[in-house]
């Protein structure tokens, strides 16, 4: 069974710092690997998506992700984040039925101070 | 353009009383739909999905269940609320197709007293 770890349960960084979220994967077969993010209250939306092709990700508001299959890890970056950006990210695998029966990390809560 | 529906948005029930909670998606047909809850301090689990009318699979044995009477309706029920059922649900829908994400709705925030 496939299953996801975030290590970091809360980060904290400064406006205008970078930004690493770790994910760490386990899944028997080639991945398909999704970053959410989920502002309080609200439900979550899709920050970018890894099927095939190139390992580095670009996705929505300055966010890209690498994927690393020899470390199966599937980190977010951000080289400059913004206060906006203080939420709940979660990353997520996808199983065998297609790409949607997904299976969640606990997710890391991000706190942007000034 | 595609929207999916979730409500209540907040909802506070006592312990044994029934739950509906419905979602709704416009702007696609025979989408996949899911059930998932997020407890608190934890991540989402996945609950229940539907490929089709009538089509329900369970993924954790539970105090709830789901139906999907429609083809853009989904319904998370319980005949009687346990405490643990506290937690944050959240409909998603998706297309099955390759390189297709889910798609989240606001989500219902239910408090079991």
């Known amino acids: 069974a496939q299953s996801v770890t975030q290590p970091d349960i809360h980060i904290t960084v400064s406006e205008g710092a970078s930004l690493e979220l770790r994910c760490n994967y386990s899944y028997g077969a080639t991945p398909y690997l999704f970053w959410y993010v989920q502002s309080p209250g609200q439900g979550l939306q899709l920050l970018l998506k890894?099927?095939?092709?190139?390992?580095l990700v670009q996705g929505i508001k300055g966010f890209e992700a690498e994927f690393k299959r020899s470390q199966s890890s599937f980190n977010l970056r951000k080289p400059s984040v913004h206060w906006s950006d203080a939420a709940e990210y979660f990353c997520a695998v996808g199983s065998n039925f297609g790409n949607e029966k997904l299976t969640f990390g606990t997710g890391t809560r991000l706190t942007i101070i000034p | 353009s595609q929207t999916i529906h979730q409500w209540p948005a907040t909802l506070v029930q006592p312990v044994g009383s029934p739950l509906s909670l419905e979602c709704t998606v416009e702007?696609?047909?025979?989408?996949?739909l899911y059930w998932y809850r997020q407890a608190a301090g934890r991540g989402l689990q996945l609950l229940f999905y539907?490929?089709?009318?009538?089509?329900i699979s369970s993924e954790v044995p539970q105090n709830l269940s789901a139906s999907r009477p429609q083809d853009r309706q989904f319904i998370l029920s319980s005949k009687k609320l346990l405490l643990s059922d506290s937690g944050f649900y959240l409909c998603a829908w998706g297309t099955g197709e390759y390189n297709s994400p889910l798609h989240f709705g606001n989500g219902t925030r239910l408090t079991v007293t």
């Open positions: 539907s490929v089709g009318i009538g089509q």
């Open positions: 702007g696609t047909s025979n989408p996949n």
């Open positions: 890894y099927f095939s092709g190139d390992t």
